[in-house]
């Protein structure tokens, strides 16, 4: 399976392999019909549904507990948030 979504931005303990830096807004990269793409994305199915905590994305002062799922079609895999799942039909 091929992770994506996954950014070495996301975790300072960042395995290379798993991709690169979050794209410049300018790359071009994602630029995809939203409805289709959220309609592909919440039809995955859930492999690993966790609570977690990160730190703050403004200045770290504090840690923020968050919902994770981890999605798959089965070729890819990606981090889905909990909330959307949840409002599912499945």
Do not use: H
């Not at 966790?50 to 070729?75: H, K, Q, Y």
């Amino acid at each position: 399976m091929r992770l994506i979504g996954f950014y070495q931005e996301m975790d300072t303990k960042y395995d290379p392999a798993w991709g690169g830096p979050v794209p410049a807004p300018d790359s071009g990269t994602g630029k995809y019909p939203v409805t289709e793409l959220l309609g592909y994305l919440t039809s995955g199915y859930p492999i690993l549904d966790v609570t977690e905590l990160t730190s703050d994305v403004i200045n770290g002062a504090f840690r923020v507990p968050v919902g994770s799922s981890v999605l798959t079609d089965g070729e890819f895999v990606w981090r889905g948030p909990c909330e959307i799942r949840r409002a599912l039909p499945y």
